[in-house]
């Protein structure tokens, strides 16, 4: 397996994550208080640095606990590289020196000046081999089994087990150390999976405004079939904890009535769920682009046809024009497309809003 193919690509997980969904989730579950509960807060940052001297792909981690605010609970620096022999990707640990829990803040741009002399080096059994899990599109990490050894303060000579699963939007890990005897010394919840979803608002979102353009409908062979102005009203609410998501398409076809369509849903997990009369629809960003230019929607019909859409979003670096391909098709095969060019006339949808409810309630053309 070559370094191009899917599964030698570095996992995708730069950026901030936390817990709360699981930890919300568990709250609301009740029962009993055990360990395999994750109850407390935690956030992660992990930050991609610009190091050769540490490797050609270098991520910095640090994690947070609710109950040391402040302190970094975990820090870690991790080389990414391709072992083609292995067919996996190693993600080599370096350790930094000193405490291992609970240590104060680092800049990352101070990390990414250090050099290898300045990490702890003495457990180089630690690192961690990822596989591409492609039927669960993810990528599954862990140590070697009992070769990270290392020696306990108090209670000696301890072997850690640590697993890890990345998706495009989560990142999952389970952690424990074993005495020499058998017995656990330490366990974050039971070993039971921690699950971090990344934070933030999808860049898709950040599309809220009102936007204007030209709809061209093609035939499967090419043919334009229909071309019409169209405007598109975008708004994301925050309120009760949730991003609120409400889009309105106005269609203007000649020598037809106007057609306003409705889209309602939430922001949440890294994608925006929407739903119409029509369809049942979601957006998010494309995975691995870290200029926000691009995203993609996918769309199931709510009739009998089959027909179902996949769109590609692209954005202009200042935001202010996009243009969309949307491919309609029923078992694979293509049935028509539609061509949409688009310029941003506003961001404040809210004021766009009110001066359109004026101008209704004076019985005004819209």
């Known amino acids: 397996m070559s370094p191009s193919s899917r599964s030698a690509r570095s996992p995708r997980v730069g950026g901030e994550y936390d ?31 610009d190091a ?6 270098v991520l910095f981690f640090e994690e947070y606990r609710a109950a040391s605010p402040g302190k970094a609970h975990r820090q870690r620096v991790v080389s990414l ?12 640990q370096l350790f930094f020196r000193g405490a291992r829990y609970d240590r104060e803040a680092l800049d990352p741009a101070r990390v990414a000046k250090m050099t290898c002399d300045e990490f ?16 669960y599109d993810r990528y599954r990490g862990a140590m070697q089994p009992r070769t990270c050894v290392s020696e306990h303060e108090t209670d000696g000579m301890v072997t850690a087990e640590f697993e890890m699963l ?13 005495k020499v005897d058998g017995t656990i010394r330490g366990e974050i919840d039971g070993f039971s ?20 353009g030209t709809f061209r409908r093609v035939e499967a062979d090419g043919r334009l079939a229909e071309e019409f102005p169209a405007e598109i009203i ?51 960003d494309v995975p691995g682009d870290t200029t926000g230019r691009s995203a993609v929607l996918l769309t199931d019909y709510k009739d009998s046809s089959g027909t179902y859409m996949h769109q590609i979003v692209s954005l202009t670096d200042d935001g202010r024009f996009r ?35 004026r101008l209704a309630s004076m019985g005004m053309p819209l």
């Open 323 to 357: 243009s969309r391909t949307a491919q309609y098709l029923v078992k694979g095969k293509i049935v028509r497309r539609t061509l949409i060019d688009e310029e941003k006339i506003t961001d404040d949808w809210r004021a766009y809003d009110a001066a359109t409810d």
């Open 234 to 284: 975008i708004r994301v609410i925050p309120g009760d904890g949730q991003l609120r998501y409400h889009q309105t398409n106005i269609y203007r076809p000649a020598n037809k009535p106007v057609e306003t369509l409705e889209n309602y849903g939430e922001v949440r997990d890294g994608k925006i769920h929407f739903v119409n009369s029509r369809l049942d629809a979601w957006k998010m």
């Open 81 to 92: 590289e391709w072992d083609a022999k292995r067919g996996q990707v190693r993600a080599r």
């Open 166 to 178: 990345l998706y495009g939007s989560e990142l999952w890990y389970r952690d424990r150390s074993i």
């Open 120 to 135: 702890n080096l003495a457990r180089p059994f630690c690192d961690l081999w990822f596989t591409w899990e492609r039927e």
């Open 52 to 57: 050769p001297q540490l490797g050609k792909t």
């Open 19 to 49: 817990n709360h969904l699981q930890v919300r989730s568990n709250r609301e579950r009740g029962g009993a208080q055990g360990l395999e509960l994750s109850l407390e807060r935690r956030e992660m940052k992990v930050v991609r640095l």
């Open 193 to 212: 999976w921690l699950l971090f979803t990344r934070r933030g608002t999808p860049h898709i979102a950040k599309q809220a405004g009102v936007w204007r």
